[in-house]
């Protein structure tokens, strides 16, 4: 694995955008992984500042996201869609039709789940999976738990997971419960891993990440088997490595 620690988060945000383009400039089709929440925005500014600067040409590019939640409208100002929709889609020249996310509204989340896994796959696999953290570990929304989930599925949140995003919602009581995630098998099927972290709260879990044992109670751990992983820190959430 490499590990590239940053100043600040508008310099991984820079770094990972750079990755990123260079990707879509070696592969113009190539199918992104994408992830929502705050640490990957200064990365999709620079995509877009990139994209109007005519250095990157996103109008054959594919995306996956990695999740969704469960039972929100996929129009809710918090939903995942909106969120890839208001931060970057909406921004760059990339066909909306190429662009997906998992239905969190399938009446069949188990159909619904294996069925992304296989456009993944008939879209020939990911070339770039973009990955935040939780402060417990989590990749996607891959929770803390006893086995590594291979495939796209349903989860629950675990509820430290539901106390960080209920900064996005009214109270606590209106943020999901549920989501659909990219499994961990999913996510190691990418050719390519960025992982971005950003600020002191994620520093514990970088430390677990990369000297821990791999371990289901973080899911992340699994990430040092990954044959091209790369995580791009800013210092603080290197503090404790
Ligand atoms: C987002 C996702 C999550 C976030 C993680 C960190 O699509 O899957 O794993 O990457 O919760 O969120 P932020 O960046 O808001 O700290």
Redesign the pocket.
Known sequence: MQIHVFENAAQVGQAAATLIAAQVLSKPNAVLGL??????IPAYQELIRLCKAGVVDFSQVRSY???EYCNIPEDHEQS?RTFMNVNLFNHINIDIANTHVPNGNAADAEAESAAYDAAIAAAGGIDVQV????RNG????NEPGDSFIYGCHQVTLAQS?IE?NRRFFESEADVPRQAI?LGIGSIMNARKVLLLATGADKAQAIRDSVHGDINPQVQASILRNHPDVIFLLDKAAAGLL
């Open positions: 992830a929502t929440g705050s640490t990957p996201n990695l999740d995942y990955l935040g953290i939780g989590h990749i996607g929304f997971t960080a995630s």
